[in-house]
């Protein structure tokens, strides 16, 4: 079983598929539900490691994927993939 979310320098970034993340998307607008999304590439989670004030703000999202095959490259190496690149 997939872990629903990966850590990679303090930021949990939601492990799922683009589709799999839109259909989830739509289920939340079809429920009348408003949605935080950050979409995170290499430069934001960098940023955010040495300005504490960004990270708690990309923290208090609802989800955060990942928006960039560094991202996603950085998960591997970690011994924890993310499925895949979930673009803005």
């Given at each position: 079983?997939?872990?629903k979310e990966i850590s990679i320098?303090?930021?949990p970034f939601?492990?799922?598929?683009q589709a799999g993340f839109v259909?989830?998307?739509?289920?939340d607008v079809r429920n009348g539900e408003r949605?935080?999304?950050?979409?995170?590439?290499?430069?934001i989670v960098m940023h955010a490691s040495t300005d504490?004030?960004?990270e708690?703000?990309?923290r208090q999202a609802d989800y955060i994927v990942p928006d960039g095959i560094g991202?996603?490259?950085?998960?591997q190496k970690l011994g924890e993939p993310l499925q895949e690149r979930v673009t803005g």
């Open positions: 079983m997939e872990k320098l303090n930021i939601y492990n799922t598929s259909d989830e998307l739509y289920n949605k935080f999304v950050v979409t995170a590439n290499p430069e504490k004030d960004f708690a703000v990309i991202i996603v490259m950085a998960s």
